[in-house]
């Protein structure tokens, strides 16, 4: 065979190769796996049982409802873990879909977003040393005696930073943590008189310190709600649509129920 033949015959196969290539690139392609929108949410994940960390995951009675509520609406859940102060900002800028962690609707918050119908309720709570002078609420005073430890831009925060005679102990006796843990971790060290929080996460911090109890009492009682961006109000009739959708089937009593044994 000569070198004349043998370049033929490559040319031939290249050829062939070729048609081969451009048949498979016109045929039957491989499905695309369907991408589904992504719901972006908002917490702080240090508020068990409401949210909170188990490893890499997150966990507690708000996520489960929120992947649910994703789910119905046909999305995919996204959760970014962020300061609980930054949440209404962020829903309000558009970075963040909606906010969830044990949220309260107060005008204040009203006047930046707006929320959805209330899933949750919430009690406040007082959580002192078991030695510690205060007894009961009516010891807690606002004579510069005492310093109140509560989280941050929390409802526990905003009540108890008003002035006394709306029912506060005046801003200069409040000390703001990032976290309820870290609140508790002051109460501990004495930096604090007392830590003002919700019902849930004060039995679970009360639980992993010792020498810590919960007043018999409730300070204040709370409706909790998603936040959504004001002009968002497509998402936000998504949102409660899917609420009565899970409250009529008792998921939202399920998963509560879940973490909060009666």
Known sequence: MNKKTIVKILSVVLVLALGLTALWACGEKEPEVEQKDQLIMAT????????????????GIDVEIAGLIAEK?????????VEFGSIVGGVESGKFDMGMAGMTVTDERLESV??????ATGIQVVIVAEDSPIASLDDMVADGTMKYGVQQDTTGDIYASD??????????????????????QALKAGKVNAVIID???AKSFVAANEGLKILDAEWAVEDYAICVAKENTELLEGINGALAELEAEGKIDEI???YIKG
């Open 44 to 59: 702080n994940a240090a508020f068990p049982p409401y949210e909170f960390k188990e490893g890499d995951a997150f966990a």
């Open 73 to 81: 609406l046909g999305k995919e859940l996204v959760i970014k873990d």
């Open 114 to 119: 707006n929320f959805s119908t209330t899933y």
């Open 163 to 184: 002035t006394p005679d709306k029912g506060g102990y005046g801003s200069e006796n409040v000390i703001r943590y990032k976290t309820g843990a870290e609140a508790v």
């Open 199 to 201: 019902n849930e996460p």
């Open 256 to 258: 509560i129920n879940k």
